[in-house]
């Protein structure tokens, strides 16, 4: 009888602690004090699609965005080795904040730009930072990594989003984000983010 392999899981890096106290006091500050100017987040082109991601998003980082473009910039090798991803030299480091309230999702999906897409490089790492403030408001809101080829309502692995913690894997991999409870609804108590692609230019 010939047995069928498991399927292989997408490769991940967890780094805890990755901001140090002051860093990460200062973001979570920066996101508190700027809420409203949050907008709903969009998909590829500039679609808003609550069936398929419900959350809000910031572009600007404030005096934390310099320190984290850096940090994802200088590991990016170090990521993409241990990873055992094709080797590339950063050409550019995208950032989104991101606020996940009650009822916040993003469905199985991959970070790579659609052909339609304006060419300014290829995402080759996704780097993504939780962050919250204490104690947590909120429940779920787990990221699931997925075989490629997975289909929705696969099985796949679950990583918690802790906070000052950063999960790294390649872009090209089937995710998504559970649903998020979050039973105040104030913003504060949201699931934070900071969701970084890195890229490498477009040959």
Known sequence: M??????????????????????????L???????????????????????????????DLG?????????LRAAASEWS???????????????????????????????????????????MLSAVYYFHRQPRGFEGGSLRLHRLGAAPGDPGLDIAPDDNSLV??????????LRVSCPSRAFADSRFAVNGWIYRARI
């Open 81 to 123: 080795a241990a990873l055992r991803t094709t080797p590339f030299e950063t050409s550019e480091v995208e950032l989104e904040l991101a606020a996940h309230n009650d009822g916040a999702h993003f469905t199985l999906h991959a970070d790579t730009y659609a052909s339609s897409q304006p060419a300014r490089g290829d995402r």
């Open 168 to 177: 790294v894997f390649p872009s090209w991999g089937p995710h998504e984000v």
């Open 29 to 59: 500050e920066w996101t508190l004090a700027n809420e409203a100017r949050f907008a709903p987040a969009q998909l590829a082109g500039g679609l808003v699609e609550p069936k398929a991601r419900i959350a809000l998003a910031l572009r």
């Open 2 to 27: 010939t047995e069928t392999p498991p399927p292989v899981m997408l490769p991940y890096l967890r780094i805890a602690g990755f901001l140090d106290a002051g860093e990460h006091a200062a973001l």
């Open 63 to 71: 005096p934390s965005a310099p320190i984290l473009t850096e940090r």
